[in-house]
């Protein structure tokens, strides 16, 4: 049977042109697309800052002095492995670059605390020899954790670590080490800060000021003053491993979206224990399964307007769901990835769905929220959300409605919120109230300092790999060269 016509509607005839089609909506808030668009790419402008040679200079002096400061690190107790390889990420941990718990950590807002942030993964224990037997004990953990047993390990190791580790006395007489996340950060503070008291009181010119030393939880948070900068760096303790977990494996079965883009041995070269614990979890004992290294090389996959509509969601919602703390931006992360692969390709590369992008984030959000159910990436059989409870969940959803309902004016407000971080960074430059450095275009500097060179390599390396994360190689004696790679290039 034929459906009728509205009355008095007139079939259009074959052929004719059609009416031209009015702005997009969004049918949820009625916002225009366009303008939404056009919203976030100025929250971009302002979110991601250009870097000159000073500026590019002032980074590298600041790792350079992280790096310096852990290899006395390693001279101190012989801890830290010898030839050790780190992890350095754009964005702090309250970024939500790794999975960890932001219950603990102190507020450090961007422009009052800092102008740029970092997460450095430190391996206290790096496992990369496959002839090292290895006992991961998940008996006792929710899934994505574990308890990390030395009991295999040589008589050095364990003597070397034992003050760092939870005893356990068997009935037969064995005793076994289980490698404490709480006791190594309290180690690995307490280390810095013996260091950090031995570096100032020799003072060199150029040298970073260091404004802030905290313990949060189990990271360690740095705030270093360099000419007109202060960087941000949250130092992680982790343990390193090469290959992949056998909890994760059936994840390898399936069909994902970098298929054909990149090769599985770069997404499976390695993951971490870092130190969080489930909800239930001993903190004492138990670790978290962190993907990391894997992430740096999805990211490679990831279309810039994709990207572009998950920092402005994260932008808009950070604050908004910081308490009671439920959601983290690491989250949105994983929600961003399973998008990936549930969406066609063609889809996610068109340039103008930054909008889109934003809010069907926002509505993954809500139904996860809602529905109490956040799948890890990695190992989806791990509900990252199912420990909320009903009032959390329905309170953090009411506020997700209200962002949902206009869009456009949380975007605004956002833009607002960087522009006046922005100035406040602005505004300590021309002050010049932290400690300055030379500038490299300057004459008669310390000839220990990097050139122009340097500088200018640099700028190209931060302008060129936005974003991008660094893996470090350092020996501890010759803590002046560090050979760092961003992301499959050395430098």
């Known amino acids: 049977m034929k459906m009728a016509a509205p009355i008095g509607s007139k079939p259009a005839p074959l052929g004719a042109p059609s009416k031209p089609a009015g702005p997009e909506l969004d049918f949820r808030s009625g916002a225009r697309t366009e303008e ?42 012989q801890k830290l492995p010898v030839a050790n390889e780190y992890l350095l990420l754009s964005g702090g941990v309250r970024e939500g670059v790794v999975d960890l718990d932001l219950d603990e950590l102190n507020v450090y807002a961007r422009g009052t605390d800092y102008d740029m942030d970092f997460t450095l993964l430190v391996p206290a224990l790096k496992l990369h020899d496959r002839n090292q037997p290895v006992t991961l004990d998940m008996r006792h953990s929710a899934l994505c954790h574990s ?27 064995a005793t076994n080490y289980f490698f404490s996340p709480t006791k190594v950060a309290d180690w690995f503070y307490d280390s810095i800060s013996i260091v950090l008291s031995e570096i100032q009181k020799k003072p060199q010119r150029g040298m970073p000021k260091v404004e802030k030393v905290e313990k949060n939880g189990t990271i360690i948070s740095i705030i270093l003053g360099v000419g007109s900068s202060r960087m941000l760096y949250d130092i992680v303790p982790v343990v390193s491993f090469k290959g992949w977990p056998a909890v994760a494996q059936s994840w390898l079965m399936e069909n994902h979206f970098w298929d054909g883009k990149i090769t599985e041995e770069e997404v499976i070269s390695g993951f971490y224990l870092v130190p969080a614990c489930s909800y239930k979890g001993k903190k004492d004992n138990e670790w978290r ?42 989250h949105l992360r994983s929600m961003m990835l399973w998008a990936c692969d549930r969406l066609p390709a063609n889809y996610l590369a068109q340039e103008d769905y930054a909008a889109h992008f934003l809010l069907g984030l926002i509505d993954d959000l809500q139904h996860c929220l809602v529905n109490k159910m956040c799948p890890n990436y990695f190992i989806p059989q791990c509900n990252m959300l199912e420990h909320l409870s009903e009032e959390t969940v329905m309170l953090h959803a009411r506020k997700l409605s209200s962002v949902r309902s206009d869009p456009a004016e949380h975007l605004r407000t956002a833009i607002e919120h960087v522009k006046a971080a922005n100035r406040l960074t602005l505004e300590l430059q021309r002050r010049g109230s932290t400690s300055s450095i030379p500038s490299p275009q300057s004459d008669g500097g310390d000839p220990n300092q990097p050139d122009d060179r340097l500088a200018k390599k640099l700028q190209q390396l931060v302008t060129e790999n936005p974003g991008k994360s660094i893996s470090v190689f350092i020996n501890p004696d010759d803590v002046t060269r560090p050979h760092f790679r961003i992301d499959d290039k050395f430098f």
């Open 289 to 330: 399964l962190s993907f990391a290294r894997s992430e740096v090389q999805l990211k490679k996959c990831i279309s810039s307007s994709l990207m572009q509509g998950y920092q402005a969601c994260k932008a808009i919602i950070i604050k908004l769901l910081s308490r009671p703390k439920a959601i983290s931006p690491y």
């Open 147 to 173: 308890w990390l047993s030395l009991r295999l390990f040589d008589e050095g190791t364990i003597s070397k670590w034992k003050d760092c580790c939870t005893i356990v006395d068997h009935i037969n007489g």
């Open 36 to 77: 939404l668009n056009k919203l976030i790419q100025e929250f971009t402008k302002h979110d991601q800052r250009e870097y000159d040679d000073q500026r590019a200079l002032e980074i590298h002096t600041a790792k350079d002095f992280i790096f310096s400061m852990l290899g006395m690190v390693q001279k101190l107790d």
